[in-house]
């Protein structure tokens, strides 16, 4: 199995910038890629970047030009950068990975909060 744990939520205001954490562990090998999604209140989860094996990222377009993904494999973790945060941008956030055939490991989430 793999667990992922997210970290860095925060409290920032509007224009600011934060940057999320998430640490995989386990079967690491087996992850194809990795994601973050988050959900506000009232509405449904959504994808916000995705990074694949190869190092393929795709991002939601109202994050795009904003917030980027990236990894550091040496310690089987992935970011989310985020710069230019707009108070739409609060919600819960939460990693997950797709491992094996395909399974979803999902961290416990974090709290983004930006106030205007």
């Known amino acids: 199995q793999v667990q992922v744990v997210e970290s860095g939520g925060a409290l920032v205001q509007a224009g600011g910038s934060l940057r999320l954490s998430c640490a995989a562990s386990?079967?690491?090998?087996?992850?194809?890629?990795m994601g973050w999604y988050r959900q506000a209140p009232g509405n449904e989860r959504v994808l916000v970047a995705a990074?694949?094996?190869?190092?393929?990222?795709n991002y939601a377009d109202s994050v795009k030009g904003r917030f980027t993904i990236s990894r550091e494999q040496a310690i089987n973790t992935v970011y989310l950068q985020m710069h230019s945060l707009k108070p739409e941008d609060t919600a819960v956030y939460y990693c997950?990975?797709?491992?094996?055939?395909?399974?979803?490991?999902w961290g416990q989430g974090t709290q983004v909060t930006v106030s205007s």
């Open positions: 997950a990975a797709q491992y094996g055939l395909g399974r979803n490991a």
């Open positions: 386990g079967l690491i090998f087996s992850i194809n890629s």
């Open positions: 990074i694949t094996r190869g190092g393929t990222t």
